[in-house]
């Protein structure tokens, strides 16, 4: 085969694109290491758009996920104690963020995985302290589907937020 002038240039390997302010190199194939080493204010990458299959995903994921937890967690081992503040801090806070996360995902803004990420962080850490605060005296099973659901919640955030 002959190699022509145009052919020529679709042999030859050029040299790796730069593509936001970062460059990309050989090894670079996810999106989540770009994320990582983008250098522009994480205002304006939060601000980015997100596929709608990925938004749906995260929706999806939140309401499926926390019917179960809603539906399986036994009754409190005390209804009538009242909780300290810092713990109706951080439901206030995970109200907020989870509020948020539907509103970025109906935008399909990249801020919405992430307030997803921070209210399912708060999910996880209500889930391994439950037990050990005395809300709820047995751990069974119940506790592990839990765990699992909040740890699912945890990554599909996770990767909403890198793959994206």
Known sequence: MVAT??????LTVSEPESHDGVAATPQDGSLGDRWIRDRRPLGERLLEPIPGRWAAIGAVAWVVLLEVVRAIE?????PNAVD???VSALGTIFLVALVS????????RRWGPAASLLA?????????????SGHHTNVGAWWVVQLG???ALVTTS??????G
């Open 5 to 10: 002038k145009e052919r020529l240039d679709e």
């Open 74 to 78: 036994p009754p409190a081992a005390d």
């Open 84 to 86: 300290p503040w810092f």
């Open 101 to 108: 996360a539907f509103a970025g995902f109906g935008l399909r």
């Open 120 to 132: 399912s962080g708060i999910l996880l850490l209500f889930t391994v302290m439950c037990p050990a």
């Open 149 to 151: 659901c909040a740890l």
């Open 158 to 163: 996770t990767l909403g937020l890198r793959r």
